[in-house]
């Protein structure tokens, strides 16, 4: 494994939770990362991405203004801190370290992914 991620849960509607992916066996300092989510039936989504130094952010219309990424390369860790969370965030989501310096919102560009975590909100 060399993506984990972890902190996911079930937190009521305007909850918060902050899920963490952790990198093992390689660095990922060099790679733009990004979450994704999916639920059943539907194709993985980009939720929010950052470029390798943190320079650089991208997020979902869906999530801009509640959710917060940020990574801290000595740690070879990416967070994502997601606040007032509604039900409609209910999903497994996936980190993934991308191809390149940058992040990217297409899930084909990215080569790394952890194995999920489970985010339940409940209304």
């Known amino acids: 494994v060399q993506l984990q991620a972890s902190g996911g849960g079930l937190v009521q509607a305007g909850g918060s939770l902050r899920l963490s992916c952790a990198a093992s066996?390689?660095?990922?300092?060099?790679?733009?990362l990004g979450w994704f989510r999916q639920t059943p039936g539907n194709e993985r989504e980009f939720v929010v991405g950052i470029s390798w130094n943190a320079a650089f952010t991208g997020y979902a219309d869906s999530v801009k203004g509640r959710f917060t990424i940020s990574r801290d390369n000595a740690k070879n860790t990416v967070y994502l801190q997601m606040n007032g969370l509604q039900p409609e965030d209910t999903a497994v989501y996936y980190c993934?370290?991308?191809?390149?310096?940058?992040?990217?919102?297409?899930?084909?560009?990215?080569?790394?992914w952890g194995q999920g975590t489970q985010v339940t909100v409940s209304s």
């Open positions: 993934a370290a991308a191809l390149s310096a940058t992040y990217s919102t297409d899930r084909t560009r990215y080569r790394y």
């Open positions: 066996r390689r660095t990922f300092s060099n790679n733009g």
